[in-house]
């Protein structure tokens, strides 16, 4: 990678960061909607602990992969209604790769603070301490894949106004295998058995995301935008 | 000697309607064309094409000094500076650090600072001011100040004058002199009559997609 090009990453990265930190209001929105979310299971079904360890992973990913679809209109809708996208299009660096920075910078906002605070709801559901790393481990390495997917989807639909209804029916469909591995490496963690397979499988999606879905968005946000 | 840009039989269409039919003309080095139509008369889409924005659906000829030029090259994008209607700003940012990321985000230096930059538009004292508490001309002057920030030889300006007073109107021309006399080149356009006090420049009359009329 030549200079300029990281640069311009590193503009891209540190300026989306900072406008994260200055909207703290939309910051932190992901993480109540996580919290309400995976409070609301216990309201409805009772404070029975074997009952909530054996629904809490499949809660907590749920929750995760909720406030993470919440956050995606901060990827690219802003950017295209006040033109900013526009000099990502026309800059001389490769596109999907400019989509690396920005997507790095949703997760950082959204999936890494998600991750931080999963030990809280881990706890809340009376998970064992040592399950809670893998609760962290299964969220660092699927987070970013849904931000990944979800980027593709505002990327489609970005010209479109109001795709935000198109944009969670075509974005949910494409996170149900992240939700099925990483939820079953919890479930299997809880029942004392290995969990490498589920850990390989994530690992697998998120080299996969990371590698081909920015060349993705890249080529949905030329389509969107057109 | 080949002219700075040669556009060759642009067409595009939209949902079947015409938007723009059988375009030609050039554009020389250290020269400014004004595109002048109504509402609706295809500049904008005219500009988006040119910059890439819009996909090409025909086959047309766009050379740059001899050379095909195709915006979706890398290489050329590093030649032109595109402003459109919308100003391309962070509300939430001060005036100081949306010129500093595009500063860094472009790569391309004018060797001005930002802040030479800030004074040159009359946004001078607003450098720690967030872009949303400026005017919408302020605003618009702050976006034409990253023309200065970098050094491109062709200025692809839609609507540049909108929003703007008399003052802004003539930073306006004061730009567009600053880039003839580095030799670059400029196609903008205007729906209004205002026409730049820069020589030399053209007027390209657009109605309805095509070209109406040209005047010196």
Known sequence: ?226 | MSPMLNIQSLTFHRDQLPILEQLQFSLETAEVVLIQGHNGSGKTTLMKLLCGLLPRQEDFVVSMHGQPFDPNQTRDRALFHYLGHQNGLKLELTCLENLRFYQQFSGSQSGQSCQQVLEQVGLDGYQFSPASQLSAGQKKRLALARLLLTSRTLWLLDEPYSNLDLDGIALVDQLLRHQISTGGSVIMTSHGSFVPDVLPHRIIRLNHGRIEGVAQ
């Open chain 1, 1 to 226: 990678m030549s200079s300029p090009l990281i640069a311009a990453m590193t503009a891209l990265f540190n300026r989306d960061m900072r406008l994260g930190i200055r909207n703290r209001g939309e910051l932190a929105s992901p993480l109540l909607f996580l919290v309400l979310i995976a409070s609301l299971f216990p309201l409805s079904i009772g404070r029975d602990p074997a009952l909530l360890q054996q629904i809490a992973p499949g809660v907590i990913w749920v929750s995760a992969l909720l406030a993470s679809t919440l956050s995606l209109g901060q990827v690219f809708s802003r950017d295209y209604d006040d033109g900013t996208l526009e000099q990502l299009l026309l800059s001389p660096q490769p596109l999907a790769a400019l989509v690396l920075a920005k997507v790095a910078a949703h997760w950082v906002t959204t999936g890494l603070l998600i991750t931080l605070a999963s030990p809280l709801l881990a706890l809340g559901y009376q998970l064992p301490a040592d399950i809670i790393p893998v609760v962290m481990i299964s969220l660092l390495m699927g987070t970013p894949v849904l931000s990944f997917i979800g980027a593709i989807g505002v990327a489609l639909t970005v010209g479109l106004g109001r795709g935000g209804m198109f944009l969670t029916l075509m974005v949910l469909p494409l996170t149900v295998p992240v939700l099925i591995f990483a939820s079953s490496m919890i479930a299997a963690a809880m029942g004392g058995q290995p969990i490498e397979g589920h850990l390989l499988m994530l690992a697998a999606i998120l080299v996969l995301s990371l590698t081909l879905a920015p060349f993705v968005i890249a080529t949905a946000l030329k389509i969107g935008m057109s």
